[in-house]
Each structure stands twice: as structure tokens, then as C-alpha cells.
Nanobody, 119 residues
Framework: QVQLVESGGGLVQAGGSLRLSCAAS????????MGWFRQAPGKERDFVAA????????NYTDSVKGRFTISRDNAKNTLYLQMNSLKPEDTAVYYC????????????WGQGIQVTVSS
């Protein structure tokens, strides 16, 4: 099993930047890929970005391309999401997630962390 803990959220002005971190522990050697999701009040949890743990290949949802960057530090077992040019529509609870298989669903989730973008 894998445990995930997010940090780095908070309040930021529109157009500003914020970096989220996700510390992984437990059986981290079994991680194939990790990702970030977000959920606004009353809405479903949506995919934001993902990265393969070994190769570092990334993909993003269209609304954040060119603004957000997902990365990881394998030695520190830590996932990051650099968020630039933030918009009020980015306001949500952000969740870190991990998968233990190449094609399986995300089985491991963090507790979530609030990101609020003021206009």
C-alpha cells in the first residue's frame, strides 16, 4: 500500500503561482504513475495531470496546458504540481493519486488540499 499527503495549498491571487507537493510513503517502489485531480464544491472530481514514475512522461487536461507543470523527485518520493497563471476557475480541492499498475485505476489517494484563487 501507498500513503499520500499533500501540502502547499492555500490562497493566491489570480495570475499568481502556487506549487503543490505530495509526499508518498509505504510501498513507493510499486508506483507506476501518479496524478493530480481536483474537485470544486458540488462538482465531480476531475483529472488535471499525470506522470509516469520512471520515464517521466506527462499528460494534462486541456484547460491547464501551458500553465501547470507536473513533476516528480523519485529520490524524495515526492510529486509536484507547479501552477502558474492561476485563474478563479482553478479554485478546488486538489488530490494527489497513485497507481500501482501500468493501466489500472488510481487506487491510492491523498486527503486533499484547498486551493483558492481570488480575482
Amino acid at each position: 500500500q501507498v500513503q499520500l499527503v499533500e501540502s502547499g495549498g492555500g490562497l493566491v491571487q489570480a495570475g499568481g503561482s502556487l506549487r503543490l507537493s505530495c509526499a508518498a510513503s509505504g510501498r513507493t517502489f510499486s508506483i507506476y504513475h501518479m496524478g493530480w485531480f481536483r474537485q470544486a464544491p458540488g462538482k465531480e472530481r476531475d483529472f488535471v495531470a499525470a506522470i509516469t514514475w520512471i520515464g517521466g512522461s506527462t499528460n494534462y487536461t486541456d484547460s491547464v496546458k501551458g500553465r501547470f507543470t507536473i513533476s516528480r523527485d523519485n529520490a524524495k518520493n515526492t510529486l509536484y504540481l507547479q501552477m502558474n497563471s492561476l485563474k478563479p476557475e482553478d479554485t478546488a480541492v486538489y488530490y494527489c493519486a497513485a497507481s500501482g499498475s501500468p493501466i489500472g485505476v488510481y487506487k491510492y489517494w491523498g486527503q486533499g488540499i484547498q486551493v483558492t484563487v481570488s480575482s
